[in-house]
């Protein structure tokens, strides 16, 4: 199957710091890239959507200056969470979608994000 | 509203055993039902997908089962090994969304023990 590279698999921050999530798509290009959040023993769920060369598309309540995306390639798309606090402690994952016909969609393998 | 819900929440099996998982959606209409597996730590890994109008689908040891009338699929998984412990989420696109309409369920999370 696909291949979609997230990076980095874990991060510890200090409060007040931020950091950027990389999500690559390695042998397709991807227009459109999902990230997700997913906090321990719960659903995935969806933050935003972002497409190639536009703005981000955020889920209600999903502070958009916060979580800042951007998918400047067809093969990358990065998560920035800025001023992090602990409770934007969470697992991030995002997914790749390939072009039509086929659009399907592959998972990163997620960042284990640790704010302290 | 549309939802998908997933029994049991958590399941513990030997190894060599066969187990079946659950999954009931309100998701009407939809495109597709999918059955991801997640490791701990990981993304998750599609397992099957299966249209409306397709019955069953398999993947190795792992086959899906797809009601569309009662709107209830399964997973099962035969002759288990301990590195099948994993969530397994199930997961339906509306027929109306794309990708960023999907619909997850909570998942199962399976422990096969030795």
């Known amino acids: 199957g696909a291949v979609v590279s997230q990076h980095p698999s874990w991060v510890i921050c200090k409060s007040g710091t931020s950091v950027k999530i990389e999500c690559r798509s390695l042998d397709f290009q991807a227009t459109t890239m999902f990230w997700y959040r997913q906090f321990p023993k719960q659903s995935l769920m969806l933050m935003a959507t972002?497409?190639?060369?536009?703005?981000?598309?955020?889920e209600q309540g999903v502070e958009k200056d916060k979580f800042l995306i951007n998918h400047a390639s067809l093969t990358l798309s990065t998560l920035t969470v800025t001023s992090a606090h602990p409770e934007d402690s969470s697992f991030y994952i995002c997914s790749a979608r390939r072009p039509l016909p086929d659009s399907e969609a592959f998972f990163g393998q997620g960042t284990r994000l640790t704010v302290v | 509203k549309n939802q998908v819900e997933q029994s049991p929440q958590s399941l513990i099996i030997l190894e060599g055993k066969n187990c079946t998982l659950q999954c009931n959606y309100t998701v009407s209409p939809f495109s597709n039902l999918r059955w991801y597996k997640q490791d701990t730590g990981r993304g998750p890994v599609s397992l099957t997908i299966?249209?409306?109008?397709?019955n069953t689908k398999s993947n190795g040891r792992y086959t899906a089962t797809l009601d569309a009338d009662t709107k209830q699929s399964s997973l099962h998984i035969t002759a288990s090994q301990l590195s099948d412990s994993a969530s397994y989420i199930c997961v339906v696109t509306p027929e109306e969304g794309g990708y960023n309409k999907l619909i997850f369920g909570a998942g199962t999370r399976l422990a096969v023990h030795p």
């Open positions: 299966m249209t409306f109008s397709e």
């Open positions: 972002s497409n190639e060369g536009s703005k981000a598309t955020y």
